[in-house]
């Protein structure tokens, strides 16, 4: 058989290997038994950890590892699996299991993740010049409640209350500063997708702040309208925002000779998931391209890589959405995503506009 394949007792311990496991891994059927061995390093915690847990409650066993391979010694990606052997009564008598190799699927998957940072880190560069403007306005705020403040307090006698004030109000444009700061730094940040709880509004509500610098520079007006009781949803809120990030931008660059409005809308929709759009007023979607918008490195901009908005539908299908687009040349384009929303165990509405 293709798969590397085993059998092990109700204890773990391997009674078996075929010929491809000890082909791979180069050791002798007497050697086989400390498949410890054969595990990448950085792995042997977490997979012993499995493998308890799974004797303990007669759970099925399922995970991924890096494999040593006896040739040459190179670590491959492979995906374990392992089912219990039980008799009548439900007593385990052993363990069948199987290890198929998925460096390839691993490669991708990596590939796929240095491609999404690198479209963040080239779109955040579109956004170099507002982020400036945006963080100029709280640091000028300092410096005149600074200089304001002094003042104050070298009056004769000092006016402690209104030097007060302004410190307050030097405190309230350094936390302006701080949050904006901190937006842009998630979306330069390069890490793992980490699945948690989102409210959808909040992450929208954060890029239209982000975005309106740019958007103003363009003769464009962003808005908003959000449901107010939208559950939440599970995924990786960074990508979230890239997603909104592209869109929003592609938005704008359709406006950006002739200014318009950018209107982003969340609601349940009819399939029970919810529903985000971004509608702009621009020239609209391309003839007969509208099928070919979310394709690699297919662009009608210029300068544009083409990998935008292919890796927008790579991520909103990753968190169990999809995503698509309409709209008639001369009446702008709308761009559609949906998310699937929380388990409702976990799921609690909240108001947030």
């Known amino acids: 058989m293709p798969a590397l394949a085993f059998v092990a007792d109700p204890k773990g311990n391997r009674t078996f290997m075929n010929r491809g496991w000890l082909e791979y891994t180069g050791l002798s059927r007497e050697e086989a038994s400390g498949w410890e061995k054969t595990i990448h390093p950085d792995d042997l915690n977490r997979i012993t950890e499995r493998l308890r847990a799974s004797e303990r409650t007669g759970q099925p066993l399922d995970y991924e590892a890096r494999l040593r ?3 040459d010694g190179v670590y491959r990606w492979f995906l374990i699996r392992a089912v219990p052997v039980r008799t009548s009564a439900g007593k385990i008598v052993k363990w069948c299991g199987a290890a198929t190799d998925i460096e390839d699927r691993k490669r991708a998957e990596q590939l796929q993740g240095e491609l999404t940072h690198i479209s963040r880190v080239n779109a955040n560069g579109e956004l170099v010049a507002s982020i400036s403007h945006e963080l100029a306005q709280p640091i000028m705020a300092s410096t005149v409640n600074a200089k304001a403040s002094l003042r104050w307090l070298q009056h004769d006698p000092p006016n402690v209350t209104e030097a007060r004030k302004g410190t307050e ?10 949050e904006i700061i901190n937006r842009l730094r998630s979306l330069y940040k390069k890490a793992p997708p980490k699945q948690e709880l989102v409210v959808i509004n909040e992450v929208i509500g954060e890029m239209a702040g982000l975005m309106r610098g740019e958007a103003r520079g363009h003769g464009v007006s962003i808005r908003t309208d959000l449901k107010n009781d939208l559950r939440m949803t599970v995924a990786d809120r960074v990508q979230l925002q890239q997603v909104l990030m592209n869109l929003m931008l592609n938005g704008i660059e359709a406006m950006k000779d002739t200014g318009g409005v950018l209107t982003v809308k969340s609601q349940l929709g009819e399939d029970g998931q919810i529903h985000v759009s971004i509608h702009d007023t621009g020239p609209g979607l391309p003839l007969d391209k509208a099928d070919q918008i979310f394709d690699a490195f297919f662009t009608t901009k210029p300068q544009g890589s083409g ?20 709209g008639d040349v001369g009446r702008g384009a709308t761009f559609h995503f949906t998310l699937p929303v929380a388990p409702a165990e976990t799921n ?6």
């Open 307 to 326: 990998m935008g908005l292919a890796i927008s539908k790579s991520i909103v299908e990753s968190q169990g959405g999809r995503i698509w687009a309409n």
């Open 348 to 353: 609690h509405p909240l108001d947030v506009s």
């Open 169 to 178: 109000k030097i405190i309230e444009a350094g936390a302006l500063a701080s």
């Open 69 to 71: 391979r006896g040739s």
